[in-house]
């Protein structure tokens, strides 16, 4: 399977620990995002690399949340002293730069955060 | 900013058709795309649109009117598989990265 994929798919937690997520994007594209989506909502964007470059973080990413992208691949977003209201689905998606369809976002299944 | 606004919930009969309805702010649009999101899984890709005018694609079409911020997406001889929440979203030309905004998903629900 050449998708995006996250892991893990789902994870509880007591607040105050300190969770990691990994994606692995579509190996071809240059381009990660990673989106918070809680239920009955849509997709919320965080931030987004280009290659292993951070270019834009949104301001609902707070100072506990950290991404990376070391080697411009696989990409790893960290929450720190987690609080109940971090529980949400992370959804992570890939695309790939100057693609024909509009440059598309291709999307992991994501990962459930419940945080107790 | 965007502002998009899609209804919460829609219900319609096997085989009928649904229209689902978006509006959207932007000060330099760049896209509508339609996302399909069965519960748990990850959206994937319906349809694009850039020009004014209707695309289809099977059972499924989109169409777009720039001058009203408008679109549709139309889900003709709707089958059961087809209950999942549809995402609008919207892309800024002046974006970063050629980020996505989406709507809060209108959810489908399709009764036999």
């Known amino acids: 399977d050449t998708g995006v994929s996250q892991d893990p798919r789902h994870k509880i937690t007591k607040r105050g620990q300190n969770v990691t997520f990994r994606c692995d994007p579509i190996s071809e594209h240059n381009r990660l995002y990673w989106y918070r989506q809680t239920l009955g909502q849509g997709p919320e964007f965080l931030t987004y690399f280009q290659n292993e470059a951070q270019l834009e973080k949104s301001r609902l990413l707070s100072d506990r949340f950290s991404a990376e992208r070391p080697k411009g691949s696989f990409s790893t977003l960290e929450i720190q002293r987690t609080e109940q209201g971090d529980s949400a689905m992370y959804l992570c998606?890939?695309?790939?730069?100057?693609?024909?369809?509009?440059?598309?976002?291709?999307f992991g299944s994501g990962t459930q955060l419940s945080v107790l | 900013g965007q502002n998009i606004d899609q209804p919460t919930e829609m219900t319609a009969t096997e085989g009928a058709i649904v229209q689902i309805n978006c509006t959207y702010q932007?000060?330099?649009?760049?896209?509508l795309f339609w996302y399909q999101q069965h519960a748990g899984e990850a959206p994937t890709f319906l349809s694009y649109n850039v020009l004014d005018g209707l695309e289809e694609k099977g059972r499924f079409s989109s169409f777009l009117s720039r001058s009203k911020g408008y679109s549709y997406l139309l889900l003709k001889e709707l089958q059961m598989k087809d209950s999942a929440s549809y995402l609008c979203?919207?892309?800024?030309?002046?974006?970063?990265?050629?980020?996505?905004?989406f709507g809060g998903g209108t959810r489908v629900l399709v009764k036999p």
């Open positions: 979203a919207v892309r800024d030309i002046k974006a970063a990265g050629n980020k996505l905004t």
């Open positions: 998606a890939s695309s790939l730069e100057a693609d024909g369809l509009g440059q598309k976002l291709f």
């Open positions: 932007t000060s330099g649009f760049n896209g």
